[in-house]
């Protein structure tokens, strides 16, 4: 049984979050402030966390940060705030998936079954590989390892950033729209925001390119979507 953190002050609005993955056979706790909720995430090995953004205490920003440094699993930021801004900064620190409330207790199940699937599926082929390397022009990218250096240097990348990169660099010259590589990477159809795919995007290039303003590895196709040039 899997087994779900949800990090939320508002009691209501958690025991019903709560409810709604039980009933779907999910094992969940709660944590009312970003220090409680820190400390669990830190101590109990949890395969997802639900985590909102305005918490007393540690806010939900730092607690991410926080977890993403130490934990490699799902996280889904949910916020009453519904700036870009918010959005595009939680998934920078590692969140795998940013919802607004109100949302629906059916869509948040939803998506936090797709995100497990995707990482149990992951960390299973990852267990059964045996050095698998992509290298294209100075990337090097260890799949068995989920490591990845440029130029000889290791960089640090999310399970997304990583997913996305690998993907891109295994089909090279390919053009994919942003649906198909949402599609793909966070394999949720339409219960998510493509949007995502534009802020990984720019995080993995801030990360792999000596000049973000022109790109050596993924070109952006105006109009249709991204390709890994080789």
Not at 80 to 91: S, T, V
Request: hydrophobic share 40%; glycine share 6%.
């Amino acid at each position: 049984m899997s087994k779900i953190l949800i990090i939320e002050d508002e009691e209501a609005i958690a025991d019903l979050e709560k409810d709604y993955l039980e009933l779907s056979e999910f094992e969940v706790d709660i944590c009312n402030t970003g220090d409680a909720g820190l400390e669990a995430a830190l101590k109990v090995d949890y395969n997802l966390i639900i985590l909102d953004l305005m918490l007393p205490g540690v806010d939900g920003f730092e607690v991410c940060r926080r977890i993403r440094k130490e934990k490699d699993i799902p996280i889904l930021m949910v916020s009453a705030r519904k700036e870009d801004i918010d959005k595009i900064r939680g998934l920078g620190l590692g969140a795998d998936d940013y919802m607004t409330k109100p949302f629906s207790p059916s869509e948040l199940v939803a998506r936090v079954k797709a995100h497990l699937a995707r990482y149990e599926r992951l960390v299973g082929n990852t267990q059964k590989a045996q050095n698998d390397i992509v290298e294209i022009r100075g990337i090097r990218i260890d799949k068995t390892a989920r490591r990845v250096y440029v130029d000889g240097v290791e960089k640090t990348f999310t399970t997304k950033e990583f997913d996305l990169l690998t993907f891109l660099a295994e089909h090279p010259n390919h053009v994919f729209t942003k649906e198909e590589l949402f599609q793909e990477i966070w394999d949720m159809g339409p219960v998510g925001d493509i949007a995502t795919v534009t802020v990984h995007i720019k995080k993995i290039r801030e990360k792999i390119e000596s000049d973000g303003s022109k790109p050596q590895y993924i070109e952006t196709i105006w109009g249709v979507g991204y390709r890994f040039k080789i």
